[in-house]
């Protein structure tokens, strides 16, 4: 019925979400930092967002399976960890280099017009 997809497709798609994810929590704490901290936009709440959104993001990288791929039952997770390992490495870095750069730069309005309705996102 449906057709028979590699496990590494897989991987990729599990990656498309976890870097789509990264990048509204991202966008989301510079947010807060303005909202609640009283930040205002610029250089600094990028930078103090980036720097403390670094750390959770590292932490959902599934090394240990790609370290282990001679293990016995590890040979179908291996191609999905490879895949979803290096997907999360380039969106890590894209994600902490673009996003911040490209919020930087066009996101002063949106983040005005946020702050004043109020939504949601960045409570």
Do not use: Q
């Not at 994810?21 to 600094?44: A, D, K, T, W």
């Not at 490495?89 to 109020?118: C, M, Q």
């Amino acid at each position: 019925m449906f057709p028979k997809l590699p496990s590494t497709l897989v991987g990729f798609i599990a990656v498309g979400g976890v870097a789509a994810r990264n990048g509204i929590m991202m966008i989301s704490h510079y947010l807060h930092l303005m909202r609640h901290e009283g930040m205002e936009f610029g250089n600094e709440p990028v930078a103090r967002g980036t720097l403390e959104r670094l750390v959770p993001v590292l932490m959902t990288a599934l090394i240990p399976l790609v370290l282990a791929a001679g293990e016995a039952g590890k040979e179908i997770l291996h191609p999905v960890a490879v895949a979803i390992v290096g997907g999360l490495i380039s969106s890590t870095l894209l994600d902490l280099v673009v996003t911040p750069a490209v919020f930087r730069l066009v996101g002063k309005g949106p983040a005005t017009r946020s702050l004043s309705r109020d939504a949601p996102a960045s409570r």
